[in-house]
């Protein structure tokens, strides 16, 4: 019954040997290999630690770390400094950093959150970022010394408001100035032309020129003065525009009949053409106004002989041009470049031949900016030049 | 009445109560499919009066793929198909009975080799010898040598005897089973 023949005793031998053999295996080879790994694993573990530490310890800003109830667990040289070499042990970190008091520590560390807190500590203003690790059940706390840009901050927000003064004080200025020079000057032209038409019958030819003389110094004046102070209000932005529908028709019509006087003067032609299916434009009046005044009076001034053609036209896609061409002295290649900028005439110095300050094309094109237009020039020089405005149709 | 057939009969309800033992552990198939097939072996028994080959051979690989994981499983179903299909075609297409017990050796050899296994990576994560899978591997050791001796007819006993004392020792390991769990301490022995 106890034989080899017995499947009992045959399963319970090799049962044994194979007990025997696994047994033997794993107590003296394998459980030993694996005892070894996780000293090597661990021993690796404590290496990285330190590394971790010393890369901290380098670091010159303050680092924190700390566990689930909010002991700190370890800082950095620059985080020691903070407390002024009083000992971290026992230390909460709210002890440290206020800011993290209203913080959920526990949840933070649970959700591996990120959080960016701001501190001052003493006379300091720090920067903290927050970071939860929940892998360890930990959290650490990168801080940044942030003072230098706090003051740059305070120092920025302090021009700021400079600015801003300084701005509500230019525009008053300019409000002032514009008023304070317009009132007289337009008292002077007026009186002026009345007492030359009081007077005209009675006084000498030379007198009657000095009197006309007086009226184109002055207005001469107050264009200058207008152009200036439109000039640096468009520069400044503090010119506002006041956006309606504006049929350019009548405008031109006032216009061109105010400056076939001048053109008569000077024994110009000047016609005006139009070919509109529809005259409406969708700008600020005294934009349009003021540029087709700079226009006209270009063209004029700059033309001794010959004519000035002012047509309105429809152009595709929804916009309207107005062209002022004259057959005056027109502008060489090179100064074409520089046209728009404020202050320039193709001939500067106290001897130039025509009179202005160079602000009128430029004045036209930062008016044309602000209504959504657009100004091209074309000019051959000895020739003539070609002005076209170009303006949003309103539809 | 004979008393073998009271011997058969209380092995058959014996082994009917692990799986309620083991319920909701990862050994719940393996003991369900090993109680089952008991008390249907004694039904193709009693219908055919002799030992059937086939059907041993589809528990053996029921049992086999019992020992695994779901997802594991789930993951080489492809592997599974192909030797369930080749398991099948042995099974009712194979004239050979040496294919057969071929098979059956294959089957029970990796059944022998998973609990093996699965008891080596027991000892790793717990560095205790667990009495649980010991006793697993006596059963299937008991279960080759007694199909074994059968085939190679070296039994100097009665048949019948010979299959009592087998059938008396899968009781007692069927009441182990039935005590105690995969996870039982009293049956751990430390390494060191």
Redesign the interface.
Known sequence: ?L?L????I???L??LV??SV??IF??YI??PM?KEHLQEQQSLRLQQAELMAMFAQSDPDPVFRFEIDGSIQLSNTPGSELLKGASLMNMKIWEIIPETKAVNLAECIRNGARLELHSQIGSRHYKFILCGIPKFEIGQIYGSDITELKLTEGQLKEALVKAEESEKLKSHFLAQMSHEIRTPLNAILGLTSIIHDELKEKISPDLRRMFTSIDNSGRRLYRTIDLNLNMALVMTSGYKCSFQRLDIIPIINQLTMEFRHYAREKNLGFTFEESLSGSLIFADAYSFTTIMQNLLDNAIKYTREGSVTVTASQVGAGYISVTVKDTGIGMSEEYMEKLFRPFTQEIMGYSRPFEGNGLGLALSKRLLELNKGDIRVHSIKGKGTEVTVLLPQFH | MSFYPIVVLISAIIWLFPPIRHYRTRFFYFFLILGLSDVLSIVLLFAFMKVVLPYYLLVSFLVLIALFDLEAIKQKSFLVMVILAAVVVITFFSESPAIERLLFFVLHGFILLRV?HM??LD??KT?A?NGFY?VL??YE??T???F??LLVK????SVLT?FF??TS?QIAIGIFFIIFKEDDRRIRVK??
């Open positions: 019954m034989s023949s017995n499947p009992i045959v399963a319970l090799i049962l194979l007990v696994i047994y794993y107590r394998l459980i694996q | 093996i008891l080596g000892l790793l560095q010898l010991v591997i006596f050791l008991l080759l040598t007694k074994f001796n070296v039994a100097d006993l010979n004392i087998v020792v390494l060191e």
